[in-house]
Every structure is written in C-alpha cells, then in structure tokens.
C-alpha cells in the first residue's frame, strides 16, 4: 500500500495559521489524500480529503502539488482545540474505501 | 442517530479466554472497518466488510474473527486473548459514495493479562 511520510510533532501559536505537510511519492494516479485528525482519548474525526485540486471546507483547506507526490493541510486560525494528532492517508480506489494510517503528526497550540 | 457506537467501552481479559466486541451504526452505511491503536501509534486495520454477509482482511487479521450479519452490526471476535492484543480498538462505518468519510466510534480499551 502507499505511504505517506509526516513530520512526528509541530507547534503553532493560536490564532496563526498552521501548514501540515505531507509527503505520498508513491501515490498512483487514482488514490485520493484523506487528512483526519484525532483528539487525546477519542476516535479519529475526517478533516478534508482531495484528489488533484486544491479543496476548501469549513474546518480546513488542502494544498495538493501539480505532481501530487506532497499535499498540505492547512488550518487558517489554530485553535486550542485543534490539539490533535493529524494523520495524511491514502485512500487506495477501488478497495472498500479502507484506509492505511501512519504515525500522523501531533500538533500543539500554545496560547 | 447516535451514530457508531461500541459495546463495551473497557474490558479486562484473562489470557486465553474469549470476548465479542460488538460496533453499532445507524447511518445506513455499506461499509464498516474494525481497527486497532496501540499506544503512540497510528490506527491499523484489522477487518473490514463491503456489505452485509461480506468481510475482508486487513493489515493485521491474525488472532480475530469478524461477522456482519446485519448491515447495521460488525462483531469482532478473540476465540484465545493474547496480552498481545491488550489495545484500543476502534470501530468505523463509511456510505459506499459521497466523499468517503469514515465516522469512529469512542473505541474499547481492552487489556489482556
């Protein structure tokens, strides 16, 4: 299965925007880029997913490179709450929409 | 709609004895997922299933049994608990379309000793 490789830990400044990368060098032309996030002691939550073009949503936007082998997530105003662990997954087509996790990165907001 | 749900949410296993995991959805959604998470760690997929009487292996399927008799339940089995298997796990449902999302339930914290 594909991988993705994210930084282990990042730190932000609440209310300043915060750049997740990721990078998925072995993505095939037909897997989509899933970020989901999980807060301490919780199952994970979906964040945002894209396959070529860059996408907004109310929680986040995505950045995906012209070659698709990088994309990031991008959090406009960190929160307190945006403490979490965030995980860039690959999403392989056409297999029961399951999804293969890696480490993720934990981020941290200072107030 | 309560949406998944996980019965039970803590258990304490002796090595060797048995125990059924049972994930809820009311969504009406095709697909379910079971994980794990050991501690620092990412999720990975233990079973899945397309549709109801449909299951799939996933990265670590040894040492579990799921069935999905039912579309809105996914049961997932240990016949003989190893502390091996001492986790978190993690049930998930997702609609066959749309934007795949996949909505988690609270997980089970499940010791083996």
């Known amino acids: 299965d594909a991988k993705t490789t994210q930084p282990n830990s990042m730190e932000s400044n609440e209310e300043e925007p915060v750049h997740l990368p990721c990078n998925h060098s072995t993505i095939s032309g037909t897997d989509y880029i899933h970020w989901y996030r999980q807060l301490p002691s919780q199952g994970p939550e979906y964040v945002i997913h894209?396959?070529?073009s860059n996408v907004n949503n109310r929680m986040a936007s995505l950045a995906i490179a012209e070659d698709r082998k990088s994309s990031t997530l991008i959090l406009h105003r960190a929160t307190l709450r945006d403490a979490a662990v965030y995980y860039c997954i690959l999403r392989i087509y056409n297999q029961g929409g399951k999804l293969i996790f890696g480490q993720g990165t934990e981020l941290s907001v200072k107030p | 709609n309560a949406g998944v749900t996980q019965t039970p949410k803590f258990r304490v296993l002796k090595t060797g004895q048995s125990m059924t995991l049972l994930c809820a959805q009311d969504?009406?959604?095709?697909?379910m997922y079971w994980y794990r998470q050991d501690p620092g760690m990412g999720l990975r997929l233990i079973h899945y299933?397309?549709?109801?009487?449909?299951?799939a292996k996933g990265e670590v399927p040894d040492g579990y049994n799921v069935s999905r008799l039912k579309k809105q339940n996914f049961l997932l089995g240990l016949e003989s608990a190893a502390p091996s298997q001492t986790s978190v796990y993690f049930c998930a449902s997702q609609h066959r379309g749309g934007t795949y999302e996949q909505y988690f339930g609270p997980g089970t914290r499940l010791t083996v000793t």
């Open positions: 299933s397309v549709g109801e009487g449909t299951t």
């Open positions: 894209g396959l070529t």
């Open positions: 969504m009406n959604h095709e697909y």
